[in-house]
């Protein structure tokens, strides 16, 4: 339950951008993820949930914009866009391949407030 | 009304890690942050590396786990300092936790310091601690598949141990598939093949952390 900490930051990044710019409410919040980050949505938006309530960020829908996994193949040269991470090649079968996205770590794009 | 913020979550974390990282550097500590699931082998290598490096080097041990003290007090054993963190439920220790621990210690006089972290391997990969290194055990009863499937441990990892190979035997365990699945999270992982039950390997381990050690102290003003 890594969300729980993961939220707690949120929450914690919230605070200080409401000290600068003294907003009313906040309306959303724009994150991004790699897709192998081991972050799972629905848990972030149940401790976000748990964490706003009765903050200015309380009511506030969390959009998730999750990077896709890219392998890069040694043998083939190519970038390929998977599902999973794996270490053949899905277009030539290459058994060199390198992790080239996916493991990005959450970061918080943007707020929208009022 | 839209705030750009670009920022990463864990970014008041990394804050913490990079001051216990200013603390270990100043007291000349090199320290590992040591990962794995849960019975993959980690006290157990944590005691051998103590028996083999305790003479020449001065060692201590932080044990995170979610409860219970079993492993501090097996570590505490072997005559070095240890301190427990019970997280009471977190999955990972993070900065924090570390920096509340370091006033147990008496810094100055540690040349390693290897954290144990809680066992699992998911979230601790995330969370940096201000260690010099992370490394991770993959022991061969899991199987061969835990590159593709925790692809973000491996990434992070400085290093793999492959645990348990005596075992190889009686488990399937495809040394080829672990290591060159690994190896696609990181091209420049170091790898160690070991039984930390019988010994085999270990002395590859030892001697690498010992190279580090030196080079580390060599930097270090």
């Known amino acids: 339950m890594h969300e729980l900490s993961l939220a707690r930051s949120i929450m914690d990044i919230i605070e200080e951008y409401d000290l600068r710019h003294h907003f009313k409410k906040v309306n959303s919040l724009k994150l991004s993820f790699g ?12 401790a976000f949930e748990v964490l706003s309530k009765g903050t200015k ?12 996994v890219i392998l890069y193949c040694t043998v083939c040269g190519e970038n390929v866009s998977a599902e999973h991470y794996q270490a053949t090649c899905p277009l030539c079968e290459g058994g060199e391949v390198c992790l080239a996205g996916g493991t990005e770590e959450l970061k918080l794009l943007e707020l929208d407030v009022d | 009304m839209k705030i750009d913020v670009v920022k990463n979550v864990l970014d008041a974390n990394d804050r913490i890690a990079e001051e216990n990282k200013a603390l270990f550097e100043k007291s000349g500590t090199w320290v590992i942050n040591l990962m794995s699931s849960p ?33 501090a007090e097996r570590v505490a054993r072997h005559g070095v300092p240890v301190v ?6 977190a999955c990972h220790i993070d900065g924090n936790m570390v920096r509340e621990a370091l006033p147990n210690f008496d810094l ?28 991770m055990i993959l022991s061969t009863p899991e199987g061969a598949d835990k590159p593709a499937k925790y692809p973000l441990m491996f990434q992070e990892s400085a290093v793999m141990i ?38 085999e390997g270990l002395t590859g381990w030892f ?13 270090d003003p």
């Open chain 1, 57 to 68: 960020a309380e009511g506030a829908s969390l959009e998730f914009e999750v990077l896709p």
């Open chain 2, 39 to 71: 019975g993959a082998g980690k006290t157990t290598l944590v005691e051998k590396t103590i028996e083999a490096l305790k003479d020449k080097y001065s060692i201590a041990v932080i044990e995170g786990d979610i409860e219970d003290t079993c492993d």
């Open chain 2, 84 to 89: 427990q963190i019970n997280t009471g439920g």
């Open chain 2, 108 to 135: 100055q006089g540690i040349d390693l310091l290897i954290v144990e972290n809680v066992g699992n391997l998911v979230c601790p990969a995330e969370f940096r601690i201000g260690e010099n290194i992370k490394a």
């Open chain 1, 35 to 46: 897709k192998l980050s081991s972050v799972e949505p629905s848990a972030l938006e149940f």
């Open chain 2, 162 to 199: 492959i645990n348990k190979t005596d075992l190889i035997p009686y488990v399937d365990f495809d040394m080829e598939q672990a290591k060159r699945s690994a190896l696609g999270c990181n091209r420049d992982l170091v790898i160690f093949e070991v039984s930390c039950k019988t010994s």
């Open chain 2, 207 to 219: 001697q690498w952390l010992e190279d580090q050690i030196e080079s580390y102290k060599k930097q």
